[in-house]
Protein backbone atom coordinates (compact mmCIF):
# COMPACT_ATOMS: atom_id res chain seq x y z
CA UNK A 1 0.00 0.00 0.00
CA UNK A 2 1.17 3.66 -0.84
CA UNK A 3 2.16 6.05 1.79
CA UNK A 4 0.14 8.40 0.04
CA UNK A 5 -2.92 5.86 0.22
CA UNK A 6 -1.68 4.55 4.17
CA UNK A 7 -1.71 8.85 5.04
CA UNK A 8 -5.05 9.61 3.49
CA UNK A 9 -6.56 6.50 5.89
CA UNK A 10 -4.55 8.07 8.94
CA UNK A 11 -6.57 11.11 8.25
CA UNK A 12 -10.46 9.07 7.58
CA UNK A 13 -9.52 7.41 10.63
CA UNK A 14 -8.38 10.34 12.82
CA UNK A 15 -11.53 12.22 11.72
CA UNK A 16 -13.74 8.93 12.58
CA UNK A 17 -12.35 8.73 16.03
CA UNK A 18 -12.69 12.75 15.75
CA UNK A 19 -16.27 12.94 14.68
CA UNK A 20 -18.11 12.33 18.02
CA UNK A 21 -15.68 15.13 19.31
CA UNK A 22 -16.37 17.35 17.26
CA UNK A 23 -15.06 17.52 13.97
CA UNK A 24 -18.57 17.94 11.88
CA UNK A 25 -19.54 20.33 9.74
CA UNK A 26 -21.95 22.72 10.19
CA UNK A 27 -23.96 21.72 7.51
CA UNK A 28 -23.98 18.22 9.06
CA UNK A 29 -24.71 19.27 12.73
CA UNK A 30 -27.87 21.20 11.64
CA UNK A 31 -29.06 18.83 9.27
CA UNK A 32 -28.84 15.79 11.74
CA UNK A 33 -30.01 16.33 15.18
CA UNK A 34 -29.62 12.96 16.44
CA UNK A 35 -25.13 13.84 15.28
CA UNK A 36 -25.39 17.18 17.45
CA UNK A 37 -27.10 15.38 20.77
CA UNK A 38 -24.77 12.20 19.93
CA UNK A 39 -21.80 14.96 19.46
CA UNK A 40 -22.79 17.00 22.66
CA UNK A 41 -23.11 13.91 24.90
CA UNK A 42 -19.56 12.77 23.62
CA UNK A 43 -18.24 16.47 24.76
CA UNK A 44 -19.65 16.35 28.04
CA UNK A 45 -17.97 12.75 28.20
CA UNK A 46 -14.53 13.79 26.69
CA UNK A 47 -14.57 17.12 29.56
CA UNK A 48 -13.32 14.68 32.57
CA UNK A 49 -12.67 17.92 34.44
CA UNK A 50 -16.07 19.38 33.24
CA UNK A 51 -14.82 22.80 32.68
CA UNK A 52 -16.68 23.05 29.99
CA UNK A 53 -13.60 22.57 27.19
CA UNK A 54 -11.77 19.59 26.14
CA UNK A 55 -7.97 19.57 26.12
CA UNK A 56 -5.60 17.90 24.22
CA UNK A 57 -5.20 15.31 26.99
CA UNK A 58 -8.73 14.73 27.84
CA UNK A 59 -8.77 14.11 23.76
CA UNK A 60 -5.98 11.61 23.63
CA UNK A 61 -7.20 10.02 25.82
CA UNK A 62 -10.35 9.09 24.72
CA UNK A 63 -7.90 8.39 21.23
CA UNK A 64 -5.76 6.02 22.99
CA UNK A 65 -9.17 4.14 24.14
CA UNK A 66 -10.41 4.15 20.19
CA UNK A 67 -6.87 2.76 19.44
CA UNK A 68 -7.08 0.37 22.14
CA UNK A 69 -10.44 -0.78 21.22
CA UNK A 70 -9.79 -1.29 17.24
CA UNK A 71 -6.46 -2.96 17.87
CA UNK A 72 -7.69 -6.62 18.67
CA UNK A 73 -4.40 -8.57 19.20
CA UNK A 74 -3.08 -5.68 20.92
CA UNK A 75 0.08 -5.88 19.37
CA UNK A 76 0.18 -1.99 19.12
CA UNK A 77 -0.76 -1.79 15.15
CA UNK A 78 -4.06 -1.47 13.74
CA UNK A 79 -3.95 -3.95 10.92
CA UNK A 80 -5.65 -6.23 8.71
CA UNK A 81 -9.38 -6.96 9.45
CA UNK A 82 -8.67 -4.59 12.60
CA UNK A 83 -8.90 -2.02 9.99
CA UNK A 84 -13.14 0.01 9.58
CA UNK A 85 -14.21 -0.77 5.93
CA UNK A 86 -11.96 2.31 3.94
CA UNK A 87 -12.21 3.72 0.56
CA UNK A 88 -10.10 5.31 -1.62
CA UNK A 89 -10.79 8.67 -3.78
CA UNK A 90 -12.51 6.93 -6.65
CA UNK A 91 -14.86 4.97 -3.81
CA UNK A 92 -13.09 1.73 -4.03
CA UNK A 93 -12.68 -0.54 -1.21
CA UNK A 94 -9.11 -0.86 -0.06
CA UNK A 95 -7.36 -2.96 2.79
CA UNK A 96 -5.29 0.20 4.47
CA UNK A 97 -1.39 -1.02 5.54
CA UNK A 98 -0.37 -1.19 9.16
CA UNK A 99 -1.19 1.84 11.37
CA UNK A 100 1.19 2.24 14.62
CA UNK A 101 -0.01 4.09 17.79
CA UNK A 102 2.41 6.90 17.18
CA UNK A 103 0.76 7.55 13.83
CA UNK A 104 -2.51 6.75 15.21
CA UNK A 105 -2.12 9.53 17.30
CA UNK A 106 0.02 11.87 15.31
CA UNK A 107 -3.23 11.85 12.80
CA UNK A 108 -5.57 12.77 15.45
CA UNK A 109 -3.16 15.70 16.97
CA UNK A 110 -3.63 17.49 13.57
CA UNK A 111 -7.16 16.57 13.72
CA UNK A 112 -7.47 18.60 16.92
CA UNK A 113 -5.15 21.47 16.36
CA UNK A 114 -7.64 21.81 12.96
CA UNK A 115 -10.30 22.05 14.88
CA UNK A 116 -8.81 24.08 17.64
CA UNK A 117 -9.61 27.33 15.85
CA UNK A 118 -8.62 29.75 18.24
CA UNK A 119 -5.64 28.17 19.11
CA UNK A 120 -6.08 28.03 22.93
CA UNK A 121 -5.30 24.13 23.46
CA UNK A 122 -8.64 23.38 24.25
CA UNK A 123 -11.95 22.75 22.42
CA UNK A 124 -14.62 24.47 23.29
CA UNK A 125 -18.55 23.02 22.42
CA UNK A 126 -18.54 25.26 19.23
CA UNK A 127 -15.29 23.96 17.99
CA UNK A 128 -16.43 20.35 19.39
CA UNK A 129 -19.65 20.61 17.15
CA UNK A 130 -17.76 22.29 14.19
CA UNK A 131 -19.75 25.46 14.71
CA UNK A 132 -16.71 27.80 15.44
CA UNK A 133 -15.22 28.55 12.57
Known amino acids: MSK ?4 HWLSRVALYCALPLGAVSTLS ?17 ADF ?17 VFGHMDANADGRIAGQ ?10 KE ?6 SAESFTSAVADAFK ?20
Open 49 to 65: DANGKVSWEEFRNRVVN
Open 94 to 99: VQPGNV
Open 4 to 7: RLTN
Open 29 to 45: VAADQGLADAADAAFKA
Open 82 to 91: EHPPAVDAQG
Open 114 to 133: QADKDGDGELSAEEWSGKKS
